[in-house]
C-alpha cells in the first residue's frame, strides 16, 4: 500500500498556518506517506522554509513544473520511483511505481529563490511529455500527481499517452468511481480526483497480469465522516497543535486592545474637530447588545432559548480549546466580524452563544424606533452554520423542534 498527496497542502502565509502545516508533515510522516506533489502552495512560506520541511519530511517532494526561471529546470525532482512488494501468490514480487509531479501554468506565480533566482511554472502539458517518458523507461506503471482544475487533469490524460493514473485533488473536483466515458477514461490512462481540505480518502485497487499491465483498477471515494475513528498518534498530534494555535490566537486578542492608548505625560490633549452646524447627523448603526435583554418582553421564548443547546454552544468551543479560532468562533457567538459584534470572551462577554440576534439580527434599536416585522427569520437560516461538513448529523425534523418558540402560522383557509 502506497500513501500519497497531490500537493497543495500547504497552509497560510500566517503563524497559525506554517503550525499546521508542520504538523500536517508530521501527521503525513506517521503514516508513512511516501511523495507528495509539490504545488504553488508549497512555496507559499518562502523558498527557506521549504527546504526545512523538506529536510525534516519522511517523504519526497516531486514537481516537473515549477521551475527555476534562468535554466526552466525543476527545483526538486520532476519525479520519483518507488519499488513497491507485492501479496504473497503473485508472479512477481515487486512493482516499480513512477509518480510525476504536476501543477498548473499560472504566469503570474514568481517566488524568490536563493541568490536572487526566480521560481515560476511552465506549461504542465509540456513537462509532462519531456519527462513521462524518462520515468517509463524505469518504471511499470506511471502516476501523474496533479493539482489542477478537473478539465485541466483531463486535458493531461487525453495528450500525454504513457500515464496510467492521474491522481488530484483541488478545490471540490471529484469524479465518478466508474469509467464513465469522457470523464474517468481516456485511452489506457484513468482519471481520479477527491476534492480538498482533507475530507476525502481516495482509493485505487490495480490488479495486473503477468506482464506487469493493468488489467483492472478500482478506485473507491472514501468520506471521513464520524464512523472511522481516529487514528490515536494523529488524534493526539492534532489536539496538541488545535491548543497551540488557539493559545496563540488568545495572546493576539490580549494584546490588541479596543481603547486609545493612554497619554504621555505632558503631551497636549487632542481636541476634537467641531462639527459644522450643517453637517448631517450621523447614520445610527444597529449594535448587538445581548440575549437577556430581550428577556423582559419575550420571556417564554427566552425561557426556551435558555433551555436549548445554543445557550451553551460557545462552552463546547471552550471545552475543546477552541474558543479563539476564527474558523469556529463564528457560529458559537453573537455577529463575529460584524459592527458591534463579538470580538472575544473578554471583550465582548454578553455575545457569547448563539443568542437571540444570532438569528434574529442587532436589537439596539428595538422595540423603540422599529416597527414591527423587526427579527423576521426562518429555518433555512440554520444552514449557514449547520453545513455538511460542521454539523454531519444535522437533520430539520429533529433539530428545528429543540429550538422551536414560535407559534406556527394558521393554516390555509382559516
Same mark, same amino acid.
Given at each position: 500500500?502506497l500513501?500519497?498527496?497531490a500537493?497543495?497542502?500547504?497552509?497560510?502565509d500566517?503563524?497559525?498556518g506554517?503550525r499546521q502545516?508542520?504538523t500536517?508533515?508530521?501527521?503525513?510522516?506517521?503514516?508513512?506517506y511516501r511523495?507528495t506533489n509539490?504545488?504553488?502552495?508549497?512555496l507559499?512560506?518562502?523558498?527557506a522554509?521549504?527546504?526545512e520541511?523538506?529536510?525534516?519530511?519522511r517523504f519526497?517532494?516531486v514537481?516537473?513544473?515549477?521551475?527555476?526561471?534562468?535554466t526552466?529546470?525543476?527545483?526538486?525532482?520532476p519525479?520519483?520511483?518507488?519499488?513497491?512488494?507485492l501479496?504473497d501468490?503473485a508472479k512477481a514480487?515487486?512493482l516499480?511505481v513512477?509518480f510525476i509531479?504536476l501543477?498548473?501554468?499560472?504566469?503570474?506565480?514568481l517566488k524568490?529563490?536563493?541568490d536572487?533566482?526566480r521560481?515560476?511554472t511552465?506549461d504542465h502539458l509540456q513537462?509532462?511529455?519531456?519527462h513521462?517518458?524518462?520515468?517509463?523507461?524505469?518504471a511499470?506503471?506511471?502516476?501523474?500527481? @496533479?493539482a489542477m482544475?478537473l478539465?485541466?487533469?483531463?486535458?493531461?490524460?487525453?495528450?500525454?499517452?504513457?500515464?496510467?493514473l492521474?491522481?488530484g485533488?483541488?478545490?471540490g473536483?471529484?469524479t465518478?468511481?466508474?469509467?464513465?466515458?469522457?470523464d474517468?477514461k481516456?485511452g489506457?490512462?484513468?482519471?481520479?480526483?477527491?476534492?480538498d481540505q482533507?475530507?476525502? @480518502?481516495?482509493?485505487v485497487r490495480l490488479?495486473f497480469d503477468?506482464?506487469?499491465?493493468?488489467?483492472s483498477?478500482?478506485?473507491?471515494?472514501?468520506n471521513?465522516g464520524r464512523?472511522?475513528?481516529?487514528?490515536?498518534?494523529?488524534a493526539?498530534?492534532?489536539?496538541?497543535?488545535r491548543? @497551540?494555535?488557539n493559545?496563540?490566537?488568545?495572546?493576539?486578542?490580549?494584546a490588541?486592545?479596543?481603547?486609545?492608548?493612554a497619554?504621555?505625560?505632558g503631551?497636549?490633549?487632542?481636541?476634537?474637530?467641531? @462639527?459644522?452646524?450643517t453637517?448631517?447627523?450621523p447614520a445610527i448603526v444597529?449594535?448587538?447588545?445581548?440575549?437577556?435583554r430581550c428577556?423582559?418582553?419575550h420571556e417564554s421564548?427566552?425561557?426556551?432559548?435558555?433551555?436549548s443547546? /445554543?445557550? /451553551?454552544a460557545?462552552d463546547?468551543?471552550v471545552?475543546r480549546?477552541?474558543d479563539?479560532n476564527?474558523?469556529?468562533?463564528?457560529? /458559537?457567538?453573537?455577529? /463575529?466580524?460584524?459592527?458591534?459584534?463579538?470580538v472575544?470572551?473578554t471583550r465582548?462577554?454578553d455575545?457569547?452563544h448563539v443568542?437571540?440576534?444570532a438569528c434574529?439580527?442587532?436589537?439596539?434599536l428595538?422595540?423603540?424606533?422599529?416597527?414591527?416585522?423587526?427579527?423576521?427569520?426562518?429555518?433555512d437560516?440554520?444552514v449557514?452554520c449547520?453545513?455538511?461538513e460542521?454539523s454531519?448529523?444535522y437533520n430539520?425534523a429533529e433539530y428545528?423542534p429543540k429550538i422551536?418558540h414560535?407559534?406556527?402560522?394558521?393554516?390555509?383557509?382559516r
Amino acid at each position: 500500500m502506497l500513501f500519497v498527496d497531490a500537493g497543495d497542502f500547504t497552509g497560510d502565509d500566517t503563524w497559525p498556518g506554517r503550525r499546521q502545516t508542520e504538523t500536517l508533515i508530521e501527521g503525513m510522516g506517521a503514516l508513512e506517506y511516501r511523495v507528495t506533489n509539490l504545488a504553488q502552495r508549497e512555496l507559499g512560506h518562502g523558498y527557506a522554509a521549504l527546504l526545512e520541511r523538506k529536510q525534516k519530511a519522511r517523504f519526497e517532494f516531486v514537481s516537473a513544473n515549477v521551475v527555476w526561471q534562468d535554466t526552466a529546470e525543476p527545483i526538486v525532482a520532476p519525479g520519483t520511483v518507488i519499488t513497491v512488494p507485492l501479496r504473497d501468490g503473485a508472479k512477481a514480487k515487486s512493482l516499480r511505481v513512477g509518480f510525476i509531479g504536476l501543477t498548473r501554468n499560472n504566469p503570474a506565480f514568481l517566488k524568490e529563490g536563493p541568490d536572487g533566482r526566480r521560481i515560476v511554472t511552465i506549461d504542465h502539458l509540456q513537462a509532462a511529455a519531456k519527462h513521462v517518458p524518462e520515468i517509463r523507461k524505469k518504471a511499470d506503471i506511471v502516476v501523474a500527481l @496533479v493539482a489542477m482544475d478537473l478539465e485541466s487533469a483531463r486535458q493531461l490524460a487525453r495528450t500525454v499517452k504513457d500515464i496510467d493514473l492521474v491522481l488530484g485533488g483541488q478545490g471540490g473536483f471529484q469524479t465518478r468511481a466508474d469509467d464513465f466515458p469522457e470523464d474517468t477514461k481516456f485511452g489506457r490512462t484513468r482519471l481520479m480526483a477527491i476534492g480538498d481540505q482533507g475530507k476525502v @480518502v481516495g482509493e485505487v485497487r490495480l490488479v495486473f497480469d503477468a506482464a506487469r499491465a493493468i488489467v483492472s483498477a478500482q478506485r473507491n471515494l472514501i468520506n471521513l465522516g464520524r464512523e472511522w475513528p481516529d487514528e490515536p498518534v494523529l488524534a493526539a498530534l492534532m489536539e496538541k497543535t488545535r491548543t @497551540v494555535i488557539n493559545d496563540y490566537n488568545r495572546d493576539q486578542a490580549g494584546a490588541a486592545s479596543p481603547f486609545e492608548p493612554a497619554r504621555a505625560a505632558g503631551a497636549p490633549a487632542i481636541q476634537a474637530a467641531a @462639527v459644522p452646524p450643517t453637517a448631517p447627523a450621523p447614520a445610527i448603526v444597529p449594535a448587538f447588545t445581548g440575549s437577556a435583554r430581550c428577556e423582559a418582553c419575550h420571556e417564554s421564548a427566552f425561557s426556551t432559548w435558555k433551555g436549548s443547546a /445554543h445557550a /451553551h454552544a460557545f462552552d463546547i468551543l471552550v471545552q475543546r480549546r477552541q474558543d479563539y479560532n476564527p474558523l469556529c468562533v463564528g457560529c /458559537h457567538t453573537i455577529g /463575529h466580524k460584524q459592527t458591534h459584534g463579538f470580538v472575544d470572551a473578554t471583550r465582548t462577554p454578553d455575545l457569547l452563544h448563539v443568542g437571540c440576534e444570532a438569528c434574529h439580527g442587532p436589537s439596539s434599536l428595538h422595540p423603540e424606533t422599529v416597527e414591527a416585522g423587526y427579527g423576521r427569520t426562518g429555518t433555512d437560516r440554520c444552514v449557514t452554520c449547520h453545513t455538511r461538513e460542521n454539523s454531519p448529523d444535522y437533520n430539520p425534523a429533529e433539530y428545528v423542534p429543540k429550538i422551536r418558540h414560535w407559534d406556527e402560522p394558521p393554516a390555509a383557509g382559516r
